[in-house]
C-alpha cells in the first residue's frame, strides 16, 4: 500500500517522504499540541540570584554621592566614586544591618534588607567628608518605587562605608561597576521587582 501510494505520487510529481512505522504526523499546517507541563520564562530574563556578592578590592576613590532610578524590571542605586581604582564590596542580605566599628544596627523599614559594604570611603585624606547627605537614614529618596523602601547611609569606618538597603522582600539582585569620565566609576546595584 505504501509502496503504491508513493509510486503514485512520484507519478503525479508529488514528493512524499517515507514515514516510520510507530511515529505520529502531524498534518501539514496543524499546530502541535503543547507540551503538558510549560516552563516558566524567567521575569524580564533576569538570571541573577540573591546570594552575597562581593569582590575584594579597596578603592583609591572616595564616594561622593547615591542616587537611585526606577526601571521596568528593577530598581537602581547608585554609588558614584571620584577618580580612582573601581570599589570593591560586600553586598548581601542580612536580618540587621549593622554599623562597621560599632555594629550598632541600622534601622530600616521593608520586608528584607541588603547590607552594603563598599571599600571606599566618604572622607577625604584629611577625614572632611565628600559625601554627606542631610538625611543620612534617608540618603535617597525611594517613595513609590517597586522595591525599594528605604535606602540609608551608615557611614566609614576604617574605609569601608555602610549603606542599609530596605526591599519589600528577598528578590534577585545584581552588583557591577560602570566607568565614568576623568577616571571616575559607579558601583550600581540592581534588585529586581520579582523573582
Not at 101 to 107: L, N
Request: hydrophobic share 45%; net charge negative.
Amino acid at each position: 500500500m505504501r509502496t503504491r501510494t508513493m509510486v503514485a505520487a512520484v507519478a503525479l510529481g508529488v514528493a512524499v517522504a517515507p514515514v516510520a512505522v510507530g511515529v505520529a504526523v502531524v498534518p501539514a499546517g496543524a499546530a502541535a499540541a503543547a507540551p503538558s507541563v510549560a516552563a516558566a520564562a524567567p521575569y524580564c530574563g533576569i538570571t541573577w540570584g540573591s546570594n552575597l556578592e562581593q569582590v575584594p578590592e579597596y578603592s583609591t576613590g572616595v564616594i561622593t554621592n547615591l542616587r537611585s532610578g526606577r526601571h521596568d524590571c528593577w530598581d537602581r542605586l547608585v554609588i558614584d566614586l571620584g577618580p580612582g581604582t573601581p570599589a570593591g564590596y560586600h553586598v548581601g542580605y542580612t536580618p540587621v544591618v549593622t554599623q562597621d566599628g560599632s555594629g550598632d544596627p541600622v534601622p530600616l523599614a521593608g520586608g528584607a534588607f541588603l547590607q552594603v559594604n563598599v571599600l571606599a570611603p566618604g572622607h577625604d585624606q584629611d577625614y572632611d567628608p565628600t559625601y554627606d547627605p542631610a538625611d543620612p537614614a534617608h540618603a535617597v529618596n525611594v517613595a513609590g518605587y517597586s522595591t525599594f523602601r528605604q535606602v540609608a547611609w551608615a557611614g566609614t569606618f576604617e574605609a569601608v562605608s555602610t549603606i542599609g538597603l530596605g526591599v519589600r522582600a528577598r528578590l534577585p539582585f545584581r552588583v557591577f561597576t560602570l566607568y565614568g569620565p576623568e577616571g571616575t566609576t559607579r558601583l550600581v546595584i540592581d534588585v529586581a521587582h520579582r523573582w
